[in-house]
């Protein structure tokens, strides 16, 4: 069974970046031909797909965020970490990983704001 773990500062300042860790047990992120993304959702707003890395190491950004975006991995950890820059009050949302969309983290609540 799979599972994934969000970990990363719940408060941060306009700017600034934020950057979130996913630990991911019970699977190799590496394993042929599993995509894991990341995807958040804001106050009264449905989901938001941010990106994914793919096994091979690969990432793809969402178009409207991708001049902010940057998502990595390490691969001795089995984690992947997405990193947004230059936030703002906007970014506040709960920010989930995810592999496939099947199996993903119980979300973490990232707030913007000085």
């Known amino acids: 069974q799979v599972q994934l773990q969000e970990s990363g500062p719940g408060l941060v300042k306009p700017s600034q970046t934020l950057s979130l860790t996913c630990t991911v047990s019970g699977g190799s992120i590496t394993t042929n031909y599993y995509y894991w993304s990341w995807i958040r959702q804001s106050p009264g707003k449905g989901l938001e797909w941010i990106g994914y890395?793919?096994?091979?190491?690969?990432?793809y950004y969402s178009p409207s965020l991708k001049s902010r975006t940057s998502i990595s991995r390490d691969t001795s950890k089995n984690q992947f970490t997405l990193q947004l820059t230059s936030v703002t009050p906007e970014d506040t949302a709960v920010y989930y990983c995810?592999?496939?969309?099947?199996?993903w983290g119980q979300g973490t609540q990232v707030t913007v704001s000085s």
């Open positions: 995810s592999r496939e969309v099947v199996y």
């Open positions: 890395i793919a096994y091979s190491g690969s990432t």
